[in-house]
């Protein structure tokens, strides 16, 4: 039978609390506010005990209990204003989400820092953007897929910057992870077919190319996750970049990398604040 809370009845945890000689109010009122965030929405009755069991303990906790409370429930849309109110002694205000650049910035190190698995639920779990990325150009990924195979990551990584919009470091991180997942989540956004992803994988990455059970995993997620999924992620990545993007850059500062980055796109206007290819501030030091 399901249950109708997501935490245990609160009269079993104040029991609990309060028992002589073991005073874990202090962990209990933490674990109980991180297990209530974990959810974007409640049920009243879910709110209704959250409050309770919250509020019973907030008297009896130390003050850098509250500050780690206090501070959990400012990053959560949907805190109850009455716990807030108790921690703080303060009417608390408007609760705003957090940025969503930053959120995307976390997302991106989640991402990149995650384990296999943890990755693939990141990928499920992901809204589609409603504007899907232009795909790649046959050039650039026949450029990717020669630069595969003769393993040349520097190349690969360049390349794979221009096409994706993202900063050259990331691409370094994606061509260079040893796991393989970035990889697949960019070569499905730039439009890719598996058989070229299957060689790219082979090749690119020793770690991953040597092991077949690996290669034919990560075929598996490329079937997998959803166009859409990929370009969400895809326009995650670019978003520290697209902060980034000077207001004005002098008309020639990269006429020398020109030749370097003709992938056959042509260029967004410069107001979407999009960006398809390597205009950074990275690029006027080369």
């Known amino acids: 039978m399901a249950k109708s809370s997501q935490l245990p009845p609160i009269d079993g ?24 965030v974990q959810k974007a929405s409640h049920t009243a009755e879910e709110e209704r005990q959250y409050v309770e069991l919250a509020t019973g303990l907030v008297d009896a906790v130390d003050t850098a209990t509250r500050e780690i409370v206090t501070a959990t429930l400012r990053a959560y849309a949907a805190a109850p204003a009455a716990v807030l109110h108790k921690l703080t002694g303060e009417a608390p205000a408007p609760v705003k989400p957090p940025a969503a650049a930053a959120a995307r910035d976390e997302l991106t190190e989640m991402f990149m820092t995650a384990r296999p698995d943890e990755r693939r ?115 995650i990545w670019r978003a520290p970049l697209a902060r980034k993007k000077p207001a004005h850059e002098a008309v020639h500062y990269d006429d020398e990398r020109r030749p370097a980055r003709s992938f056959g796109h042509a260029a967004r206007p410069a107001r979407t604040g999009r960006i398809t290819g390597p205009t950074r501030k990275a690029d006027r030091a080369g």
């Open 13 to 36: 945890l104040l029991d609990l609390a309060c028992r002589d000689g073991v005073d874990i109010r202090p962990t209990l009122l933490r674990v109980v506010t991180d297990l209530y």
């Open 121 to 235: 639920l990141i990928l499920a779990n992901l809204v589609p953007d409603a504007r899907p990325m232009r795909r790649a150009s046959p050039e650039t990924l026949a450029d990717l897929e020669r630069a595969a195979l003769q393993r040349d990551q520097t190349a690969f990584s360049r390349t794979l910057a221009a096409a994706l919009g993202v900063a050259p470091a990331l691409a370094e991180r994606i061509t260079r992870d040893t796991s393989g997942e970035p990889l697949v989540v960019a070569a499905k956004a730039l439009g890719m077919s598996a058989a070229v992803v299957q060689r790219v994988l082979l090749f690119l990455n020793p770690v991953i190319g040597q092991s077949i059970a690996r290669v034919y995993d990560l075929a598996q997620l490329f079937d997998e996750v959803t166009p859409e999924a990929a370009a969400q992620m895809a326009a």
